[in-house]
């Protein structure tokens, strides 16, 4: 059913055709005025076009927001993610899925400053995008009207669209008037591609597919060595260069391209139900989920870092369903950042034709005791008749078992 008596609505508009038509749509079906907000989340694209594309189509000047976010997004969002190592599905580094908290609070942050009742979005009806928008603005703001365009309008297919545009005198970029090879999305994090060439999970997806890297058989035949430095789980410079968390994803990305680092093609479980294909693209992050797991490795208690891997499905799973702002991925994420604080060295790295190799990992806090490893004398530092015991203890219960004739672990 359509929302009611909107009097006012915050759209997140890129200025695309589509939020271009909606902005219009919602103007002529629910007479409501219209606030834009454009976020700047390190997407790559100018986003002046944009606002004079809201001016064209007459939202007032006050009603035109656009805030450039890629460090809140890069040092609230996406930092505070990899220190939980989180992977959707073992391997989706969630780059669309982390992005869309960060939109909606903005929107109802805008919202509740210009007395707006209503917030839209475009994402369709078929994919995970709306249930991350609307589950985040109704944990913001659970009075607030949602309006979700592909659910209402019969603007059902790209004729329609552009057909509507052309009606309502919206100027449409040239090669928006084909049919478009594949929908994408980026920000700072990836670039993800799904639908038409890659709807058939068996077609290899088209090289112009992959728009943020290499391919690893065009990288360079060279290796590049680097050196990154954390401090309690965040990345906090380059090779011994300190910089901000927008700046240093941004240097990680301009290495990963060069090197052919981070492309991903993936068959994933979407939360409505069905299966979907897409092509991701996530060079720095994945350079950079690679070297925390490193620090990690001399830094973590076993114990510690075994339970942050056994809830690390499920944090992914939350953010990926959208539910960043619910009490459990607080909890998660408080064990995480708590897990953190002797998270603290150096990881050195050789990235090379779509590899990150770790080569070194150092630290202050480093559990890694050099003693008690090695294969020379440790005068004294490990017993080894200590083993049998503990072997022997650990396995009471399977000899028990044994005994009473279940033998093997037979129940």
């Not at 009611?4 to 890129?14: E, G, H, I, N, R």
């Not at 060279?222 to 050196?227: D, G, H, R």
């Not at 294909?277 to 114990?303: F, K, M, N, Q, V």
Request: with cysteine; charged share 25%.
């Amino acid at each position: 059913m359509r929302v009611k008596d909107v009097k006012k609505v915050v759209l997140a508009y890129s200025g695309g055709l589509d939020t271009s038509v909606i902005l219009k749509w919602l103007q002529t079906t629910y007479n409501a005025e219209v606030v834009t907000f454009t976020a700047d989340l390190g997407q790559g694209e100018e986003l002046g076009p944009a606002k004079e594309k809201a001016r064209l189509l007459g939202i007032q000047e006050g009603n035109i927001f656009m805030d450039d976010l890629r460090e809140e997004f890069t040092r609230d969002f996406v930092f505070p993610m990899f220190r939980m190592n989180a992977q959707y599905e073992g391997c989706y580094l969630l780059g669309t899925s982390i992005a869309r908290p960060l939109i909606a609070k903005r929107q109802i942050e805008i919202a509740e400053k210009v007395g707006a009742d209503a917030v839209s979005h475009g994402a369709t009806g078929k994919g995970n995008d709306q249930v991350r928008f609307e589950i985040a603005y109704y944990a913001l703001k659970p009075d607030v009207k949602v309006i979700a365009p592909w659910r209402e309008w019969d603007l059902t297919s790209r004729t329609r669209l552009i057909q509507f545009a052309e009606e309502h005198q919206i100027p449409i970029a040239k090669d928006k008037r084909g049919e478009s090879p594949f929908s994408v999305d980026a920000n700072l994090l990836h670039s993800s591609s799904e639908g038409k060439v890659l709807e058939e999970p068996w077609d290899e997806p088209p090289e112009i597919v992959w728009q943020r890297t290499l391919s690893p058989m065009d990288a360079p035949d060279k290796v590049t060595e680097i050196v990154i430095e954390f401090e309690r789980g965040d990345a906090v410079g380059i090779n011994g260069e300190r910089m901000s968390p927008a700046t240093l994803l941004t240097r990680l990305n301009a290495l990963g391209k060069e090197n052919g680092i981070g492309r991903l093609d993936l068959v994933e479980n979407r939360f409505v139900g069905m299966k979907s294909r897409g092509a991701y693209e996530t060079p720095g992050g994945t350079i950079l989920h690679t070297a925390h797991r490193a620090i990690e490795s001399i830094t973590l208690d076993r114990e510690a870092a075994h339970l942050k891997d056994s809830l690390m499905p499920r944090y992914a799973e939350l953010i990926y369903n959208g539910f960043w702002f619910a009490p459990e991925r607080r909890m998660i994420q408080a064990m995480a950042d708590a897990s953190q604080a002797s998270v603290t060295g150096e990881v050195r790295l050789k990235l090379y034709k779509g590899n990150t190799i770790v080569t070194g990992r150092r630290s202050p806090n480093s559990l890694y005791s050099m003693k008690h490893v090695t294969f020379e004398e440790d005068q004294g530092a490990y017993d080894q008749f200590d083993a049998q015991g503990f072997i022997k203890l650990n396995a009471l219960r399977l000899r028990l078992g044994a005994m009473a004739g279940r033998k093997g672990g037979e129940l």
